[in-house]
């Protein structure tokens, strides 16, 4: 009997480990929860077409994969699987680069020199390659290592014959599937309307709501707050700055600026060659290595991290922060041209220092309640 009790403990006690266990993956995985699929309220017609070509799983080559494939609104428009190179429709073809979040992406300015900084300001895509919403679409639709359609007409096939087309007809015109170009340029700027409505971008964080005087922060999420805007400390908010003062008149965590961070290169990367980033678009090796600051909204939720994915936890890339040039801490970087050596790289911050900026970055994931 006491030989059954002690069996029966064990079985007990493994199960509550692995209960425990679960729920404390289920935080260290949690997802922006939102009816995007079915909430249109507050969409406009032209936007609404463009949420439904945004989920629309029959436009990839073979039919199975949409736009919300690698960017869902669970993970900040990001890869919801977390996949350092996600995969395509095509099986066994992986994009070259880490998924970035499309949320907050409408408000980054056409690309530009600011010749006060030296820098390049704004454009699209990690390199800056592109400067519209309406030209970024084009390439995952056209992409062979993402939804693999042979050309525009393929896509416009697509979308005339889905269950939208006649709101499409209705919104661009009926004869608009008769001119390709025309019919591609309105599938464009949907989408991209899409992308710049409030269900993409809505601003619906902690912070947000503590900004607004709604709620107050806990005082590890205030430490890592004034460590954040700490330009002797922290950093951060040189190039991720977290106050409202901008043309936008909210908090958008990005200068929209470039730099090389001095990121290792990822072993597990899909090329062996370094990824000169903003340099090989601008055809200048001043800027090789260089990839556009992002916003650190949803950062929380839209792991892993940088170009190449390389950190895959929040608080190894605010580690890597403070001690990439610690002697033996990390690997020498992919692109060792243009390495900021100034706000980076030895900030000799704790361990509980890294955890109270890491605390304040949680508060940046939408769908506060």
């Not at 393929?154 to 919104?171: D, Q």
């Not at 992308?195 to 964080?205: I, L």
């Not at 839209?302 to 190449?308: G, K, L, M, V």
């Amino acid at each position: 009997m006491k030989k059954f009790k002690n069996k029966f403990l064990v079985i007990a006690v493994t199960a509550f480990v692995m209960l425990a266990l679960a729920q404390c993956n289920k935080r260290d995985n949690e997802t922006i929860t939102y009816d995007f699929e079915h909430n249109l309220a507050d969409l406009n017609q032209i936007q609404i077409i463009g949420k439904k070509i945004f989920f629309d799983k029959n436009l990839s080559a073979p039919a199975g994969q949409s736009c919300a494939s690698c960017h869902n609104p669970s993970t900040g428009f990001s890869d919801p699987q977390l996949k350092t190179y996600s995969e395509g429709v095509v099986r066994g073809s992986f994009t070259n680069r880490n998924a970035p979040p499309l949320a907050y992406l409408s408000f980054s300015p056409v690309r530009y020199f600011d010749d006060v900084d030296s820098t390049f300001v704004g454009g699209l895509f990690l390199d800056g390659r592109v400067n519209t919403l309406e030209e970024q679409v084009r390439f995952p639709l056209l992409n062979h290592l993402e939804m693999n359609n042979s050309s525009i007409a393929e896509i416009v096939s697509k979308v005339s014959l889905a269950n939208y087309a006649s709101l499409f007809k209705n919104t661009f015109g009926k004869n608009i599937f008769a001119d390709t170009t025309a019919a591609f340029d309105a599938i464009s700027k949907a989408v991209a309307e899409f992308e710049r409505s409030e269900q993409v971008s809505p601003f619906s964080s902690k912070y947000d709501a503590y900004l607004a005087g709604e709620t107050s922060l806990s005082a590890q999420e205030i430490r890592g707050l004034q460590l954040f805007n700490d330009t002797a400390k922290g950093k951060c908010a040189n190039c991720h700055p977290s106050d409202d003062d901008n043309d936008f008149g909210a908090a958008l965590f990005t200068d929209f600026t470039y730099d090389n961070v001095g990121l290792p290169h990822n072993p597990n990367a899909t090329s062996a060659q370094p990824d000169l980033g903003l340099g090989d678009i601008v055809n200048n090796s001043l800027m090789n290595g260089q990839f556009k600051v992002p916003s650190l909204r949803n950062v929380a939720v839209s792991a892993p991290y940088f170009h190449n994915g390389y950190f895959d936890n929040l608080n190894d890339a605010a580690r890597f922060y403070s001690e990439r040039d610690v002697p033996g801490k990390f690997p020498a970087p992919e692109v060792n041209q243009n390495v900021n050596k100034e706000e980076l790289g030895n900030l000799n911050l704790t361990v509980q220092e890294i955890d109270d900026i890491v605390a304040f970055l949680k508060t940046l994931t939408d769908g506060f309640q």
